[in-house]
């Protein structure tokens, strides 16, 4: 069985805004620097998948449209 | 809605079906992507997008066509509101908004956006404001606030040499044929959904038929104000506010002539 990952993140849209950085209230996101994308960003990237609510807020001020967010199972909760 | 497949994940947010499946051209932290998001949520949501014609402006958004699956206009500088009536009266079972910045709403689209409220023709104009021209290279606005300084109000707007700040959202609430007029903001995570919730409001309306609807939408422009996207949002947040309170103006019910 595969880790539960909450998000996905479609690095290529990215542009590195870090408006979802400050919104996390998990700080569980960052600027990957090892990757520049097909733009010339540095595109975010979830540092600590188990911190992740799954609470849809990086989703809702993205303005790029990045993120999938998807429920964690209910077994992972506890 | 379709549910993804590919894994056994439970998709609780994704990307809405009526965007384009493409980069934007605008700026890192641009609200004017939060803004399409949300008009693009409640297309999905409202089942909108089959039938729907998106008006057009010239400003940063000129190019919102290539964003959005419905049919699209593109119109004059400030004329989106005369466009959006010929295209709303030819087609009436349509749902017909434009998107329009504040250089295009408030200044040199003045006219046509009190005469279209005047008339409450059934159509929702999205207000972008973000106080500059951001698409020319950050010049004062009509509603550039007071001491702020633009790239043509080096040492910060003066009201005796550029006036004040035009409220022209209230301004427009106070016409009988206005339906509904809204202001709201993308500067945190709260007042984006608010902001989605007036957007609903306003497209209800417009597809009740009560006249004409606006929602101004306080946003950022990080490059022409010279910030970062979150600097730029919190200052929306902290100064913006203050000169243009967020709420419902005015909630008609129905204020349109009946024959429309
Ligand atoms: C008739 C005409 N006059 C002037 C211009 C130059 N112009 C292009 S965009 C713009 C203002 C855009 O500002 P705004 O509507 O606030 O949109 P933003 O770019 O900030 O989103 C102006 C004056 C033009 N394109 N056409
Ligand atoms: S879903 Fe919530 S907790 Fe998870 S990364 Fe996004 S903002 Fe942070
Ligand atoms: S110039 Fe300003 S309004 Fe235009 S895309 Fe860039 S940040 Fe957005």
Redesign the interface.
């Known amino acids: 069985m595969t880790h539960?990952?909450p998000l996905d993140i479609?690095t290529?849209?990215c542009?590195?805004?870090?408006?979802c950085?400050?919104?996390c209230p998990h700080h569980v996101l960052a600027l990957d620097e090892s990757v520049v994308n097909a733009?010339g960003?540095h595109p975010v990237t979830l540092t600590d998948p188990d911190e992740c609510t799954?609470c849809?807020?990086c989703?809702?001020?993205?303005?790029?449209?990045v993120?999938?967010?998807?429920?964690r199972?209910k077994a992972d909760v506890s | 809605m379709t549910v993804q497949l590919t894994d056994n994940?439970?998709?609780?947010?994704?990307?809405?079906d009526a965007?384009q499946d493409k980069?934007?051209h605008?700026?890192?932290?641009?609200?004017?992507?939060?803004v399409h998001?949300l008009v693009a949520e409640l297309f999905d949501e409202m089942k909108l997008t089959g039938r729907t014609i998106g008006v057009g402006s010239v400003g940063c958004s000129v190019f919102a066509y290539e964003y959005f699956k419905t049919d699209f206009v593109e119109s004059p500088h400030g004329r989106a509101p005369a466009v959006a009536t010929g295209v709303r009266r030819v087609q009436p079972d349509k749902f017909v908004f434009t998107y329009q910045g504040d250089g295009d709403l408030a200044a040199i689209g003045t006219a046509e956006i009190v005469h279209a409220a005047a008339r409450g023709e059934n159509i929702t104009a999205i207000f972008v404001n973000n106080g500059i021209y951001g698409m020319t290279g950050g010049q004062m606005a009509p509603t550039t606030l007071l001491g702020q300084k633009t790239t043509s109000s080096p040492l910060g707007r003066d009201p005796v040499l550029a006036g004040y700040p035009v409220p022209i959202t209230e301004m427009l609430a106070l016409v009988p044929g206005t339906a509904y007029a809204a202001r709201g903001s993308?500067a945190?995570?709260q007042l984006?959904?608010r902001a989605k919730s007036l957007l609903k409001r306003a497209f209800e309306l417009q597809e009740a038929k009560a006249g004409f609807t606006i929602v101004e939408i306080l946003s950022n422009c990080?490059v022409g104000w010279g910030m970062?996207?979150?600097a730029s949002?919190e200052h929306v947040e902290k100064d913006v506010i203050g000169t243009y309170p967020l709420g419902v103006l005015v909630d008609r019910a129905k204020a349109g002539p009946e024959s429309k």
């Open positions: 539960f990952v479609a290529d849209r542009k590195g805004c870090e408006l950085i400050g919104a733009l960003y799954s849809v807020i989703a809702r001020v993205c303005p790029d449209t993120f999938t967010v998807y429920a199972p | 994940r439970r998709v609780i947010y994704r990307r809405p965007l980069s934007t605008y700026c890192p932290g641009c609200g004017h992507g939060i998001r993308v945190t995570p984006v959904g990080p970062t996207a979150p949002m």
